[in-house]
């Protein structure tokens, strides 16, 4: 909602404007050719190798070490609130921790667990990690560092559950001034989003307000959004270690003008209070690894649009656009109605995209252009695999006699809708995609005799699409198509281990010969020859996958007659 701010009156009094500067940062350690004065732990055994490099000191171990440094002077560091370590991770997981030491050996501890190759700045290895000094831990003496006086330092970098081997690199350690513009999340003093003390800055609850969830050494990583809805304009998450927005919230994104923003900067971290916007939002996860799951969107008319390389997880999209600029948008696994998207789709690159909309096991409703939809769906399939960009599906990626089919709503129609599909209704020019098995050409759910006949009419009059039984989207209707409709449909009726092992030659008896899907199976292998027979073969999951396959039961199944 865009809201407008009066003009002031004439005769009010001057505003006065504070400028805070903040203090120069110091820089306490740069690491270049780097050594250290007494080191603890595996740093001293055989197996831990320390590297001096012209611009970082590396550790590569698996267990726990340490060292100290003098720093071979007092650095004064006053009016600097907030630590900076600038570290490397490219092999493993480590946890980097720094103590500071002031000349009366008073120190605290500042830690930052979980870091893992690629889920530094921008998806790649590097991490600037920040901590308020207030967030830090009691190390030694009285715990309360004179910052006018440090004078030691003690690194340290813990391996992971598993302790494997962990390459880890020092690069830059330096205090900084951090002056607060946006209320910051401490949790010091519980877990509820309305309490005053659980944040710096104030309690953000107002339209263009920012909340901060940033690194904290202790207090809550589950928030608890209560007291009613809380407004917002901005949610930032900026630490290695998840943040969780719980409670009965609604969360209110909204601001007086723009787009409103949700970034993840570092880390993956869950929103599963309901969430609602106002304005058109804009959702960036910078690091390719990096998640944002929000398990409670809220339907709006708004647009929404996905940016930076991370995943986007969503319970569904109903909004007005849905525009995937980079990374991913997933539909969380539902395969019901509360599953559905319905939003005008954009993704980037259009029919040649470089962004991915994966629907799982759900459907949906746009308005994009069919031929679009369908060259999407297309590029992700990527020839079965379902690896591609596009409108892809992690469901029929882990079932291959699954798939995404596309549809008009006119199509959809003339075999039987009634302006509702998937619980959401639709209009003739909608495009509607569905996640059913290979060669459910009508989307009923299932491979009956329908589907045959739609097949069997595509590939005799040289049709294409979907509905015509062109089921991996190449422009024509071939035995490959009869390969996906005919596996999928002896899957679904439980005899597709008998059609493989009379295909492969393992039993050439009778013995089930007579059941619909081998019918289908053996009067395709006569019309198309060892070439459907090979691809029959290449299309079947592994039998492990098959024996754990619970498939929907069909209601009945009707042995087609041979048409000509």
Same mark, same amino acid.
């Given at each position: !909602? +865009?809201?407008?701010?009066?003009?002031?009156?004439? =005769?009010?009094?001057?505003?006065?404007?504070?400028?805070?500067?903040?203090?120069?940062?110091?820089?306490?350690?740069?690491?270049?050719?780097?050594?250290?004065?007494?080191?603890?732990?595996?740093?001293?055994?055989?197996?831990?190798?320390?590297?001096?490099?012209?611009?970082? #000191?590396?550790?590569?171990?698996?267990?726990?070490?340490?060292?100290? +440094?003098?720093?071979?002077?007092?650095?004064?560091?006053?009016?600097?609130?907030?630590?900076?370590?600038?570290?490397?991770?490219?092999?493993?997981?480590?946890?980097?921790?720094?103590?500071?030491?002031?000349?009366?050996?008073?120190?605290?501890?500042?830690?930052?667990?979980?870091?893992?190759?690629?889920?530094?700045?921008?998806?790649?290895?590097?991490?600037?990690?920040?901590?308020?000094?207030?967030?830090?831990?009691?190390?030694?003496?009285?715990?309360?560092?004179?910052?006018?006086?440090?004078?030691? !330092?003690?690194?340290?970098?813990?391996?992971?559950?598993?302790?494997?081997?962990?390459?880890?690199?020092?690069?830059?350690?330096? @205090?900084?001034?951090?002056?607060?513009?946006?209320?910051?999340?401490?949790?010091?003093?519980?877990?509820?989003?309305?309490?005053?003390?659980?944040?710096?800055?104030?309690?953000?609850?107002?339209?263009?307000?920012?909340?901060?969830?940033?690194?904290?050494?202790? $207090?809550?990583?589950?928030?608890?959004?209560?007291?009613?809805?809380?407004?917002? =304009?901005?949610?930032?998450?900026?630490?290695?270690?998840?943040?969780?927005?719980? &409670?009965?919230?609604?969360? !209110? !994104?909204?601001?007086?003008?723009?787009?409103?923003?949700?970034?993840?900067?570092?880390?993956?971290?869950?929103?599963?209070?309901?969430?609602?916007?106002?304005?058109?939002?804009?959702?960036?996860?910078?690091?390719? =690894?990096?998640?944002?799951?929000?398990?409670?969107?809220?339907?709006?008319?708004?647009?929404?649009? +996905?940016?930076?390389? $991370?995943?986007?997880?969503?319970?569904?999209?109903?909004?007005?656009?849905?525009?995937?600029?980079?990374?991913?948008?997933?539909?969380?696994?539902?395969?019901?109605?509360?599953?559905?998207?319905?939003?005008? @789709?954009?993704?980037?690159? &259009?029919?040649?995209?470089?962004?991915?909309?994966?629907?799982?096991?759900?459907?949906?409703?746009?308005?994009?252009? +069919?031929?679009?939809?369908?060259?999407?769906?297309?590029?992700?399939?990527?020839?079965?695999?379902?690896?591609?960009?596009?409108?892809?599906?992690?469901?029929?990626?882990?079932?291959?006699?699954?798939?995404?089919?596309?549809?008009?709503?006119?199509?959809?129609?003339?075999?039987?809708?009634?302006?509702?599909?998937?619980?959401?209704?639709?209009?003739?020019?909608?495009?509607?995609?569905?996640?059913?098995?290979?060669?459910?050409?009508?989307?009923?759910?299932?491979?009956?005799?329908?589907?045959?006949?739609?097949?069997?009419?595509?590939?005799?009059?040289?049709?294409?699409?979907?509905?015509?039984?062109?089921?991996?989207?190449?422009?024509?209707?071939? #035995?490959?198509?009869?390969?996906?409709?005919?596996?999928?449909?002896?899957?679904?009726?439980?005899?597709? $281990?008998?059609?493989?092992?009379?295909?492969?030659?393992?039993?050439?008896?009778?013995?089930?010969?007579?059941?619909?899907?081998?019918?289908?199976?053996?009067?395709?292998?006569?019309?198309? =020859?060892?070439?459907?027979?090979?691809? #029959?073969?290449?299309?079947?999951?592994?039998?492990?996958? @098959?024996?754990?396959?619970?498939?929907?039961?069909?209601?009945?199944?009707?042995?087609?007659?041979?048409?000509?």
């Amino acid at each position: !909602m +865009k809201h407008f701010v009066s003009s002031l009156a004439i =005769g009010a009094a001057p505003l006065l404007i504070v400028t805070v500067s903040p203090a120069a940062p110091v820089q306490l350690a740069s690491f270049d050719n780097f050594s250290l004065d007494a080191i603890y732990g595996s740093w001293g055994a055989p197996f831990a190798t320390l590297t001096s490099a012209p611009d970082r #000191f590396q550790v590569r171990s698996h267990e726990y070490g340490s060292g100290y +440094k003098y720093l071979g002077g007092e650095f004064d560091a006053a009016g600097n609130d907030t630590v900076q370590l600038q570290v490397t991770v490219s092999e493993g997981v480590a946890g980097c921790l720094v103590d500071l030491v002031d000349a009366s050996n008073n120190g605290i501890a500042f830690r930052f667990y979980g870091l893992v190759p690629g889920g530094g700045t921008n998806g790649t290895n590097e991490y600037n990690l920040r901590m308020k000094l207030s967030d830090g831990i009691y190390f030694t003496g009285t715990g309360v560092l004179d910052t006018t006086r440090i004078s030691q !330092m003690h690194i340290e970098v813990d391996p992971g559950p598993t302790h494997d081997f962990y390459t880890a690199s020092f690069n830059d350690l330096s @205090l900084i001034s951090s002056v607060p513009t946006s209320p910051t999340w401490t949790g010091a003093t519980g877990n509820l989003w309305s309490t005053a003390g659980n944040w710096t800055g104030g309690v953000p609850n107002a339209v263009d307000t920012s909340a901060t969830f940033a690194s904290i050494s202790s $207090g809550q990583f589950s928030v608890n959004v209560d007291g009613g809805s809380k407004t917002v =304009g901005t949610i930032t998450f900026d630490n290695v270690s998840g943040y969780t927005l719980g &409670g009965a919230g609604p969360i !209110m !994104m909204d601001v007086s003008s723009g787009n409103a923003a949700i970034n993840v900067i570092t880390g993956s971290h869950t929103i599963s209070a309901p969430l609602a916007t106002n304005d058109d939002l804009t959702v960036t996860l910078t690091p390719a =690894g990096s998640t944002l799951t929000a398990s409670n969107l809220q339907a709006s008319t708004v647009g929404i649009t +996905k940016a930076g390389a $991370g995943n986007l997880a969503v319970n569904n999209v109903r909004a007005g656009t849905l525009t995937v600029n980079a990374g991913t948008v997933t539909v969380l696994s539902n395969g019901a109605n509360a599953g559905v998207s319905k939003a005008a @789709l954009a993704i980037a690159g &259009g029919t040649t995209p470089t962004a991915t909309l994966d629907l799982t096991n759900n459907d949906l409703v746009t308005s994009a252009a +069919k031929a679009t939809v369908e060259a999407q769906v297309k590029s992700a399939r990527n020839n079965g695999a379902w690896t591609g960009q596009g409108i892809t599906s992690t469901a029929a990626r882990n079932l291959s006699t699954t798939g995404l089919g596309v549809l008009s709503g006119a199509e959809y129609s003339s075999v039987g809708g009634t302006g509702t599909f998937s619980g959401q209704t639709y209009a003739a020019g909608d495009t509607l995609v569905k996640y059913t098995w290979n060669g459910d050409a009508n989307f009923s759910g299932t491979v009956t005799f329908d589907d045959y006949v739609k097949i069997d009419t595509g590939f005799n009059q040289q049709l294409t699409g979907w509905l015509n039984g062109d089921f991996n989207y190449s422009g024509n209707v071939s #035995f490959d198509d009869y390969v996906l409709i005919d596996t999928a449909f002896n899957q679904q009726n439980g005899t597709l $281990g008998r059609a493989v092992d009379w295909i492969s030659g393992d039993d050439r008896s009778s013995a089930g010969l007579d059941t619909p899907g081998m019918s289908e199976v053996l009067g395709h292998l006569d019309q198309f =020859g060892g070439a459907y027979a090979s691809a #029959f073969l290449a299309a079947v999951p592994e039998p492990t996958s @098959l024996a754990l396959l619970v498939v929907p039961a069909v209601a009945s199944m009707v042995r087609r007659r041979r048409r000509a």
